[in-house]
């Protein structure tokens, strides 16, 4: 049993040129500021793309949580103020017209016991906007993305960035990992498909 998108929620829209801050590309995140959820090596990756590799690309990250001041912080530290948008804590059409806009979506999730087992909504969500993806390659995000992902080594911030450069150079595949991943999503991982197997999961636990 899964978690999955419902897709008559979610709508996808027009891309949005005002976040990309009139930069090349756009990096997209959804999800929450917390620890765990390894934004810091993200931004580290980030920082890498533009100033050691010298690309023009505005990071957009949608969410808000109990990291985000901290956050904030560490990009204006790292010289990536301009570079970076944090919406905060946003409205669904926010975070559809993110998601829309963005060239690459990420998942910086840290490698552990429990991200390694763990779905996790927002992978699906990028999914569901035919967004090519770049995470670190734990269990359960493999198996939900497959094809629609590369995989970076766990917790490797240079991986990371090569990763997500080598799809902002490659629009093609990024276009052909977006379609792959909605297919996906439309054949086997939206909600329409998990709503059985968590009936049951309570008919068993009611019954036990």
Not at 3 to 27: C, F, Q, T, Y
Not at 112 to 126: G, R
């Amino acid at each position: 049993m899964r978690s999955g998108p419902d897709l008559d929620r979610l709508h996808v829209m027009e891309p949005d040129p005002k976040w990309r801050n009139g930069r090349a590309h756009m990096i997209g995140y959804v999800g929450v500021m917390g620890d765990q959820e390894g934004i810091d090596l993200l931004l580290e990756a980030a920082r890498e793309i533009v100033f050691d590799r010298g690309r023009d690309v505005q990071v957009v990250l949608v969410g808000g949580g109990p990291a985000l001041e901290g956050l904030r912080a560490m990009a204006a530290d790292l010289g990536l103020g301009d570079h970076v948008t944090f919406t905060g804590r946003a409205p669904d059409e926010v975070l559809f017209s993110v998601l829309s806009s963005a060239d690459v979506c990420v998942n910086p999730d840290r490698v552990n016991p429990m991200n390694d087992k763990s779905t996790m909504n927002k992978i699906l969500e990028y999914m569901a906007f035919s967004k090519p993806i770049v995470q670190f390659d734990v269990t359960e995000g493999r198996y939900s993305a497959q094809d629609a992902s590369l995989y970076a080594a766990p917790n490797d911030t240079t991986d990371m960035a090569g990763k997500i450069v080598e799809l902002l150079d490659d629009p093609d595949r990024r276009a052909a990992m977006g379609r792959t991943g909605r297919q996906r999503v439309e054949a086997e991982l939206s909600w329409d498909y998990q709503v059985d197997p968590l009936i049951a999961a309570y008919r068993r636990a009611r019954d036990a």
